[in-house]
C-alpha cells in the first residue's frame, strides 16, 4: 500500500514533452529567419556600406560575426551532445574533469586569444571612425524633439549661410564633418549606409564624419529614447554628385519669389498670419516690405522650428516622418539610377507628386498625427510654450491656400 501511495505521488510530476511548444518554437526559429531575409532591401542595412566609414565598420563586424557564429556553432554542438549522451539513464555519473589544469587552462586561453584579438582590430577601427583631420565640408546639426536641423556655414562652394531640416544633402566623395548639439535632450545620430552612431548631447559638439560613395539616399534613425515620438525622428542623407550639389546650393539661395495672385497668394497671408510665428522663409516680407523674422523661442518650447525656406525642396516633413512627394514619384526618385538621380531629385515636389493626404493631416492636426506631448492640459507648466507643432486649428479652405503656398517654395 505504501509502495503504491508513493507511486500515484510521484506519477503527476513525470514531464512530458509538448508538441505545441516544439510548434512554437519552430514557428518562432522560422519567423526570425524569415525577418533576417527580409533585411537585405532594407533602407536601414548595416551590411550594405555606401561610405568609406561604414565599409570600415563592415570589415570589422563581418569577421567578428563568423566567429561568433562559429564559437556559437561549437557550443550548441557540446549542449547538444552532453543534453542527449549523458542524459540520466540511470547510468554512473560520467568522469569529472575539475582538476585537470591543462583543460582548464586552455578554455581560458582560447576565449581570451580570440577576444583580445576582436579587441585590438575594434579599437582600432574606433580610432579610424574618430579621424576628422582630413574633412572637406562643415555641416552643423542640431536634434530637437523631433527633428534634426541642418545648418551650412560659409565655406568653399556656400557663399552664404543654408538652414534646412529633414534632409542632410552632401556632395558624393567629399568628407562631411558633422559638428552634432542638441537643444533638447539627448538624440543619436545615426545613417547606418554611411557611418555609426554618434549622441547629440545638449551642450556638448561631437563630430562625426560621412562619406557617400555614389549619388543616392540613405535613410537613418535617431537612436536615443528622446521622447514621445522618438520613433518618429527619422532622418535621410541625400547624396549628389559635385555639379549636382553644387547647382542645390544654387537653388537653395536664390531669392525668395513671392506669389502674385490666386489661392497661392492667399495662402501667403494664412502663412504670414498662422505660421510666421514659428517658421522662418527667408524672403518673406509683410504687407509694409518689412521682412517677416519668426519667433519660435516666444512660442515652442524648443526655440526653434524648421525652417521652410526651400520646402518643396526636400523629400520629407515632419522630422522625416512622412514623404512629400506620393508613392509613384517617391519611388521614381529612391530608385533612380546614380546618372538619373541629381535631376530627379533636384526637381523637388510638384503639384502631381505631392503627397496631399499626409500633408492635410498635418495641417488640420499636426499633434493627432504625431504626439508631441502626453497632456496637452498642461502648457502652464510650460510657460505656455508648446512642444513641437500645435494645432492650429485651420479651416480646410485655409488648408487649401496654405497647400497651394507651399507648393511655391523650391
Known amino acids: 500500500m505504501m509502495s503504491k501511495a508513493v507511486e500515484e505521488i510521484k506519477e503527476p510530476t513525470v514531464k512530458k514533452r509538448n508538441p505545441r511548444r516544439v510548434v512554437a518554437g519552430l514557428a518562432g526559429l522560422s519567423g526570425a529567419l524569415f525577418l533576417a531575409s ?3 532591401n ?3 542595412d548595416t551590411w550594405q556600406p555606401k561610405g ?5 565598420i563592415d570589415d570589422l563586424q563581418r569577421p567578428v560575426f563568423a566567429i561568433a557564429g562559429v564559437v556559437g556553432l561549437i557550443v550548441l554542438v557540446a549542449v547538444a551532445v552532453v543534453i542527449f549522451r549523458f542524459k540520466d539513464r540511470g547510468q554512473p555519473i560520467p ?8 583543460f582548464e587552462i586552455t578554455m581560458t586561453v582560447i576565449p581570451a586569444l580570440i577576444l583580445a584579438g576582436v579587441g585590438v582590430f575594434t579599437a582600432r577601427t574606433v580610432f579610424d571612425l574618430a579621424k576628422t583631420d582630413d574633412t572637406e565640408m562643415i555641416i552643423n546639426v542640431t536634434g530637437q524633439q523631433w527633428w534634426w536641423e541642418y545648418d551650412y556655414p560659409v565655406q568653399d562652394g556656400i557663399s552664404a549661410p543654408i538652414i534646412s531640416s529633414g534632409q542632410l544633402v552632401i556632395p558624393v566623395g567629399t568628407k562631411v564633418l558633422l559638428r552634432e548639439t542638441s537643444r533638447d535632450v539627448i538624440h543619436s545620430y545615426w545613417i547606418p549606409a ?6 547629440a548631447v545638449p551642450g556638448r559638439v561631437h563630430t562625426l564624419r560621412l562619406e557617400a560613395d555614389e549619388p543616392g539616399i540613405y535613410a537613418g534613425q535617431c537612436t536615443e529614447f528622446c521622447g514621445l515620438s522618438h520613433a518618429n525622428m527619422r532622418m535621410e542623407a541625400v547624396a549628389l554628385s559635385k555639379e ?4 542645390w546650393v544654387d537653388a537653395q539661395l536664390a531669392a525668395y519669389q513671392s506669389p502674385t495672385e490666386g489661392l ?3 495662402g501667403e497671408a494664412v502663412f504670414i498670419a498662422q505660421c510666421s510665428r514659428c517658421h522662418q522663409v527667408n524672403g518673406l516680407e509683410n504687407a509694409n516690405g518689412d521682412p517677416i523674422i519668426s519667433a519660435p523661442e516666444e512660442n515652442v518650447l524648443a526655440g526653434a522650428a524648421p525652417n521652410l525656406t526651400k520646402f518643396m525642396s526636400r523629400n520629407t516633413f515632419a522630422g522625416a516622418t512622412w514623404d512629400l512627394l506620393n508613392k509613384t514619384c517617391r519611388d521614381n526618385v529612391w530608385n533612380a539610377t546614380s546618372e538619373e538621380f541629381g535631376a530627379k531629385y533636384l526637381a523637388g515636389v510638384s503639384a502631381e507628386c505631392l503627397n496631399v493626404a499626409d500633408l492635410r493631416d498635418w495641417l488640420r492636426n499636426a499633434p493627432a498625427k504625431k504626439p508631441m506631448y502626453a497632456d496637452p492640459t498642461k502648457l502652464a507648466d510650460t510657460g505656455g510654450l508648446t512642444r513641437g507643432m500645435p494645432n492650429l486649428n485651420l479651416t480646410e479652405d485655409d488648408i487649401d491656400k496654405l497647400m497651394a503656398y507651399l507648393l511655391t517654395l523650391k
Open 38 to 40: 527580409c533585411a537585405k
Open 42 to 44: 532594407a533602407p536601414q
Open 52 to 56: 568609406e566609414n561604414a565599409q570600415k
Open 95 to 102: 568522469h569529472q574533469t575539475h582538476g585537470k589544469p591543462v
Open 194 to 199: 554611411l557611418n555609426g552612431k554618434r549622441d
Open 244 to 247: 549636382d550639389f553644387a547647382k
Open 264 to 266: 497661392a497668394k492667399e
